[in-house]
């Protein structure tokens, strides 16, 4: 067994604690805490990867980012509301029902899979490629969702402002 390997399944379980805890936990800031900690956890599967690029994405983008947003969401919303918010899982069977379908799913392509399959050579630096992609087509809507972003900012700042 690699080094690699036990990396990879210590960072499994983290990612998997972490979610289950996002899905079961009743107090909402938690909830987005155990969010990032699965956030950054995926960071570390696409390091694992040998992709460091999409690691400094997952981190900025998602661990940064929106959790960042939705910490002040529920800030605000709280601070609006005037009571602390509660999440109830109302529907965990369903839920789980569909989660062990998918997991299902998952291992049944897994273990169709072949055991060893061949690791492709990467002898050119995939960031390029990634950053024409992005910045390229999809200039404008990367462009779109900032400015909608500070909108959401703005928005939230006014209504967080106080009366006086």
Not at 24 to 50: E, I, K, R, S
Request: aromatic letters at 10%.
């Amino acid at each position: 067994m690699t080094l690699e390997t036990v990396g990879f399944w210590v960072v499994a379980v983290v990612l998997l604690a972490s979610s289950l805890a996002v899905v079961l936990t009743p107090n909402l800031f938690h909830a987005v805490l155990y969010l990032a900690a699965a956030l950054v956890a995926t960071g570390v599967v696409f390091l694992l990867l040998d992709q460091p690029f999409l690691f400094a994405v997952q981190l900025l983008l998602y661990a940064g980012g929106v959790v960042t947003i939705v910490v002040f969401a529920i800030m605000l919303t709280e601070r609006l509301v005037g009571e602390r918010l509660v999440q109830t899982s109302r529907h965990l069977v369903n839920g789980a029902i569909v989660a062990a379908a998918v997991f299902v799913g998952v291992a049944g392509f897994l273990i169709r899979a072949p055991l060893e399959a061949p690791h492709p050579s990467q002898s050119v630096d995939t960031t390029a490629a990634i950053g024409r992609a992005l910045f390229g087509p999809f200039a404008i809507t990367l462009e779109l969702l900032g400015v909608l972003l500070v909108v959401a900012l703005l928005g939230a700042l006014y209504f967080a402002r106080s009366e006086e």
